[in-house]
């Protein structure tokens, strides 16, 4: 589930970023570079959800292919040789977070999630001071209808980590996506209030796993909201055991 | 069914169609009866009957001719009529004992006809789409029944890599290897694909096929799915197609009927069957890991590739997907033999090609040409040249994906190789033509705008991308953009195009980057005559308000 292939026990060599690495065949690079202390930036990824590719700031570069590669979607191969870092990747991880900045309203001071935040965090990583693009500025809702939960779709990036994680480890499939391009959004059973899904067993697992100060608990103040993430790994671990 | 109950059909149909003096063929696809080949066909049809020539006149409905610019068109024996109004009927069924109906007339010896070559539109204006017996009477099914009683799935498969066929569906990937990679796919399940989706602006190559030559791409199916071992077969088709896909229901029902789908075709052991699924017109959705995603009842939505379809695709089985052009080309390959085949065309691109041809042109319509004829002959000799006696510009071709090609390069010849190397592609056949009066960054623009509304959402590069690659371009459009902006929108392009997830992120930049290329001027020209273009750095330097 979490790895295009099936991971076998047969393992191979390559090289990440100069550095001499074995793996069994069937990780991702993403895994392999991780493993080895050797970070790729990411946002979309997490372990324990399926692949799913959206947030593009994982992209290597593979010696002998043209094309750039998602880190987190590629299958390590014998004698690969992969490079995380050079200043082209450097800079499109920089423009795509740019872009993320740019396209709904994410005020961080004003932000319950100040200070917790993997965007945020991921701007100050590289470097970002400033946004070169247009604000798009748009007007979204803040979902207050669950009594416990809240939706603010002003600061959502659609990295559908809460969607699959609804899906795939809660097992509601409560949240979905719907809409297209920049005006795709984040939705509850059919399009409903929150607050109104049958399906929700509010078990808050969406809020945690939540990169940014999208889904958040009530009753938090500005920088008051940490995640806690590490159920995942956990519900993972047993699950694979149990099987 | 078995074998000799085709021939048997076959000349049961000729035999009927024999006893008839006259004939005429109506076009009754979209484009006609948009202005009226239906009311048409009915007038003539009454007139017929009325006059009491039923048993000596034959009327029926058939493909596209062409020539969509002139319709609605009819064919009254070998004479070709244009601009045909309903209550012209009386006067074209008194034209068959006496002289032509002059006004009329389309001359068929012009270039438009001559210069075609027709493989998969050689029964357009011929069969009645909507008849089975007239189908096979043209030939239809003859090439399923020589592979299943004649042919070994490997020899399948090495007929059409000998033919050359590669994809019409944009990318132009050899056929026959991946029809050999699907077979060689484990697994006992697997299905065949026909991707109908046609999203791009101006395009309906497929569409016609769909809506004139059912069966025809119902046999490639088949013939695919013999060759690669699968057992099912789904075409998906946008729902904005009701014409075609009313008539392919109705084929595959006729052919489910007659046993040409369904358990042992023609006495073999081999089981297809067909079903149709309907897209809701996204263009994403012609992506064909978004168009199984769809088919799945999910979200339509591309993943990354590898895997790709050929060894995990629909349901997670091995899946052939392919253009419904590519599959309307096998049956041709499989009677006539992949030698044949590759005669016509250039080394690497074999065969022919429909182009749907719009915009500032004489003759707007289909057309079927050999791969490798020079752009000039398409756009002058074909298409009549450019009316209002304006000068051309540019084409563009692969539609949002592709880009312009500019008049200075007219003599290149069509062919996969040669529109890649001029930045653009052959892309699914959408041939848009532009005048002098057009304006390339205006062009651009519209591009973008549609690869903003139509991208997925899915990946950043793409989804805020091109909503700020659209900005920059309506900026510079209405005069409010400055150097730094064109440096933006090009840095942009690059990073869009490296980094987005599917081939739409991937070549949504192409419009940019091709008019960049061939008319960077006009970008220029539209900077430099703006109040904030002298001042060099129109850079927003917002900051974040608190990244601490
Ligand atoms: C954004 C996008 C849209 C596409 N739309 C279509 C389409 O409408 N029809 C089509 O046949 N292929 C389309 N394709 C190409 C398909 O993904 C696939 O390559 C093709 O159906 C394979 O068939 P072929 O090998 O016969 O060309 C599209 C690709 C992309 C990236
Ligand atoms: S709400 Fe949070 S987890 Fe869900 S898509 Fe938006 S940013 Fe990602
Ligand atoms: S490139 Fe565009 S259409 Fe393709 S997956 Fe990304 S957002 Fe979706």
Same mark, same amino acid.
């Given at each position: 589930?979490?790895?295009? *292939?099936? $991971?076998?026990?047969?393992?191979?060599?390559?090289?990440?970023?100069?550095?001499?690495?074995?793996?069994?065949?069937?990780?991702?690079?993403?895994?392999? &570079?991780?493993?080895?202390?050797?970070?790729?930036?990411?946002?979309?990824?997490?372990?324990?959800?399926?692949?799913?590719?959206?947030?593009?700031?994982?992209?290597?570069?593979?010696?002998?292919?043209?094309?750039?590669? &998602? &880190?987190?979607?590629?299958?390590?191969?014998?004698?690969?040789? $992969?490079?995380?870092?050079?200043?082209?990747?450097?800079?499109?991880?920089?423009? $795509?977070?740019?872009?993320?900045?740019?396209?709904?309203?994410?005020?961080?001071?004003?932000?319950?999630? @100040?200070?917790?935040?993997?965007?945020?965090?991921?701007? *100050?990583?590289?470097? $970002?001071?400033? *946004?070169?693009?247009?604000?798009?500025?748009?007007?979204?809702?803040?979902?207050?209808?669950?009594?416990?939960?809240?939706?603010?779709?002003?600061?959502?990036?659609?990295?559908?980590?809460?969607?699959?994680?609804?899906?795939?480890?809660?097992?509601?499939?409560?949240?979905?996506?719907?809409?297209?391009?920049?005006?795709?959004?984040?939705?509850?059973?059919?399009?409903?209030?929150?607050?109104?899904?049958?399906?929700?067993?509010?078990?808050?697992?969406?809020? @945690?796993?939540?990169?940014?100060?999208?889904?958040?608990?009530?009753?938090?103040?500005?920088?008051?909201?940490?995640?806690?993430?590490?159920?995942?790994?956990?519900?993972?671990?047993?699950?694979?055991?149990?099987? | %069914?078995?074998?000799?109950?085709?021939?048997?059909?076959?000349?049961?149909?000729?035999?009927?169609?024999?006893?008839?003096?006259?004939? /005429?063929?109506?076009?009754?696809?979209?484009?006609?009866?948009?202005?009226?080949?239906?009311?048409?066909?009915?007038?003539?049809?009454?007139?017929? #009957?009325?006059?009491?020539?039923?048993?000596?006149?034959?009327?029926?409905?058939?493909?596209?001719?062409?020539?969509?610019?002139?319709?609605?068109?009819?064919?009254?024996?070998?004479?070709?009529?244009?601009?045909?109004?309903?209550?012209?009927?009386?006067?074209?069924?008194?034209?068959?004992? +006496?002289?032509?109906?002059?006004?009329?007339?389309?001359?068929?010896?012009?270039?438009?006809?001559?210069?075609?070559?027709?493989?998969?539109?050689?029964?357009?204006?011929?069969?009645?789409?909507?008849?089975?017996?007239?189908?096979?009477?043209?030939?239809?099914?003859?090439?399923?029944?020589?592979?299943?009683?004649?042919?070994?799935?490997?020899?399948?498969?090495?007929?059409?890599?000998?033919?050359?066929?590669?994809?019409?569906?944009?990318?132009?990937?050899?056929?026959?290897?991946?029809?050999?990679?699907?077979?060689?796919?484990?697994?006992?399940?697997?299905?065949?694909?026909?991707?109908?989706?046609?999203?791009?602006?101006?395009?309906?190559?497929?569409? +016609?096929?769909?809506?004139?030559?059912?069966?025809?791409?119902?046999?490639?199916?088949?013939?695919?799915?013999?060759?690669?071992?699968?057992?099912?077969? /789904?075409?998906?088709?946008?729902?904005? =197609?009701?014409?075609?896909?009313?008539?392919?229901?109705?084929?595959?029902?006729?052919?489910?009927?007659?046993?040409?789908?369904?358990?042992?075709?023609?006495?073999?052991?081999? !089981?297809?069957?067909?079903?149709?699924?309907?897209?809701?017109?996204?263009?994403?959705?012609?992506?064909?890991?978004?168009?199984?995603?769809?088919?799945?009842?999910?979200?339509?939505?591309?993943?990354?590739?590898?895997?790709?379809?050929?060894?995990?695709?629909?349901?997670?089985?091995?899946?052939?997907?392919?253009?419904?052009?590519?599959?309307?080309?096998?049956?041709?390959?499989?009677?006539?033999?992949?030698?044949?085949?590759?005669?016509?065309?250039?080394?690497?691109?074999?065969?022919?090609?429909?182009?749907?041809?719009?915009?500032?042109?004489?003759?707007?319509?289909?057309?079927?040409?050999? %791969?490798? /004829?020079?752009?000039?002959?398409?756009? =002058?000799?074909?298409?009549?040249?450019?009316?209002?006696?304006?000068?051309?510009?540019?084409? #563009?071709?692969?539609?949002?994906?592709?880009?312009?090609?500019?008049?200075?390069?007219?003599?290149?010849?069509? !062919?996969?190789?040669?529109?890649?190397?001029?930045?653009?592609?052959?892309?699914?056949?959408?041939?848009?033509?532009?005048?002098?009066?057009?304006? %390339?960054? !205006?062009?651009?623009?519209?591009?973008?705008?549609?690869?903003?509304?139509?991208?997925?959402?899915?990946?950043?590069?793409?989804?805020?991308?091109?909503?700020?690659?659209?900005?920059?371009?309506?900026?510079?459009?209405?005069?409010?953009?400055?150097?730094? !902006?064109?440096?933006?929108?090009?840095?942009?392009?690059?990073?869009?195009?490296?980094?987005?997830?599917?081939?739409?992120?991937?070549?949504?930049?192409?419009?940019?980057?091709?008019?960049?290329?061939?008319?960077?001027?006009?970008?220029?020209?539209?900077?430099? +005559?703006?109040?904030?273009?002298?001042?060099?750095?129109?850079?927003?330097?917002?900051?974040?308000?608190?990244?601490?």
């Amino acid at each position: 589930m979490n790895t295009p *292939v099936d $991971i076998t026990t047969e393992s191979i060599t390559l090289q990440i970023d100069d550095k001499d690495v074995s793996c069994r065949k069937g990780e991702t690079v993403l895994q392999v &570079a991780r493993e080895n202390g050797i970070d790729i930036p990411t946002l979309c990824y997490m372990e324990g959800l399926t692949v799913w590719g959206g947030c593009r700031l994982c992209m290597v570069e593979i010696a002998g292919s043209p094309k750039l590669q &998602a &880190a987190c979607a590629t299958v390590c191969m014998e004698g690969m040789n $992969i490079c995380t870092k050079s200043p082209r990747l450097e800079n499109y991880r920089r423009m $795509i977070v740019e872009l993320l900045f740019a396209e709904r309203n994410h005020v961080c001071s004003v932000c319950v999630s @100040n200070g917790h935040c993997e965007l945020q965090s991921m701007a *100050v990583k590289l470097g $970002i001071d400033h *946004v070169r693009f247009a604000y798009r500025f748009p007007h979204l809702e803040v979902d207050n209808s669950h009594d416990r939960m809240r939706m603010d779709h002003n600061r959502c990036i659609l990295c559908s980590r809460c969607v699959r994680v609804c899906a795939e480890v809660e097992g509601a499939h409560t949240k979905d996506i719907k809409g297209r391009g920049v005006l795709a959004a984040i939705i509850h059973d059919l399009d409903q209030n929150w607050g109104e899904s049958s399906t929700c067993t509010s078990c808050g697992k969406c809020v @945690n796993i939540c990169p940014t100060g999208a889904l958040t608990h009530r009753g938090t103040a500005v920088g008051e909201m940490t995640k806690k993430t590490t159920f995942l790994p956990y519900l993972t671990l047993m699950r694979e055991a149990q099987l | %069914m078995k074998p000799e109950e085709l021939t048997a059909m076959a000349e049961k149909a000729r035999k009927q169609d024999a006893h008839f003096s006259h004939h /005429i063929h109506v076009c009754t696809e979209s484009g006609c009866v948009s202005s009226q080949s239906d009311v048409l066909l009915k007038n003539i049809t009454d007139e017929v #009957q009325r006059r009491g020539l039923k048993s000596k006149v034959c009327v029926k409905g058939v493909g596209c001719m062409g020539l969509c610019c002139n319709g609605p068109l009819l064919k009254a024996d070998d004479t070709m009529y244009q601009f045909v109004k309903p209550e012209d009927a009386g006067a074209i069924v008194d034209s068959l004992a +006496s002289t032509p109906v002059a006004e009329l007339v389309c001359d068929t010896k012009q270039p438009f006809f001559a210069r075609q070559k027709l493989i998969v539109r050689e029964n357009a204006g011929h069969i009645d789409p909507e008849s089975l017996a007239d189908c096979v009477a043209h030939g239809a099914y003859r090439a399923l029944l020589k592979v299943l009683t004649s042919m070994t799935p490997q020899q399948v498969i090495a007929e059409v890599s000998v033919s050359g066929l590669r994809g019409r569906g944009g990318a132009g990937f050899p056929t026959g290897l991946k029809w050999a990679t699907v077979s060689k796919a484990g697994g006992k399940t697997k299905y065949v694909i026909c991707n109908g989706d046609e999203g791009d602006p101006g395009a309906f190559m497929d569409r +016609s096929v769909m809506e004139g030559d059912p069966h025809r791409v119902l046999e490639g199916m088949a013939i695919g799915a013999y060759a690669v071992g699968a057992g099912q077969g /789904i075409i998906y088709v946008r729902a904005e =197609y009701p014409l075609a896909v009313k008539r392919l229901t109705r084929a595959i029902n006729q052919a489910r009927r007659e046993g040409l789908l369904g358990h042992g075709l023609f006495g073999s052991n081999f !089981d297809f069957n067909v079903e149709i699924r309907l897209g809701a017109g996204a263009f994403v959705c012609g992506e064909e890991t978004a168009l199984i995603a769809s088919v799945e009842g999910k979200r339509g939505m591309p993943r990354p590739r590898p895997p790709y379809p050929a060894n995990s695709g629909l349901h997670g089985c091995p899946t052939l997907i392919n253009n419904v052009e590519t599959f309307a080309n096998i049956p041709a390959i499989i009677e006539r033999g992949g030698k044949w085949f590759a005669t016509i065309g250039t080394e690497k691109s074999k065969g022919t090609k429909i182009f749907a041809l719009t915009g500032k042109i004489k003759n707007t319509g289909l057309i079927e040409v050999p %791969m490798g /004829i020079p752009l000039r002959e398409i756009i =002058y000799d074909i298409a009549g040249g450019i009316p209002d006696g304006k000068a051309f510009k540019a084409v #563009q071709t692969g539609g949002p994906s592709g880009g312009c090609i500019p008049a200075e390069h007219l003599d290149i010849t069509v !062919d996969y190789e040669s529109l890649t190397k001029l930045g653009s592609i052959m892309g699914s056949g959408g041939m848009i033509v532009m005048d002098e009066t057009s304006n %390339m960054v !205006d062009v651009a623009r519209f591009f973008m705008e549609f690869c903003m509304t139509e991208s997925c959402g899915k990946c950043v590069p793409c989804r805020v991308g091109t909503y700020e690659m659209h900005e920059l371009l309506d900026r510079i459009c209405k005069r409010q953009a400055t150097m730094a !902006d064109l440096n933006l929108l090009k840095e942009l392009c690059d990073m869009v195009k490296q980094t987005s997830l599917c081939g739409l992120g991937q070549s949504a930049p192409n419009p940019v980057l091709s008019t960049l290329r061939y008319f960077e001027n006009e970008y220029l020209n539209l900077i430099q +005559s703006s109040p904030a273009g002298h001042t060099g750095d129109g850079d927003h330097h917002v900051a974040l308000e608190v990244l601490s």
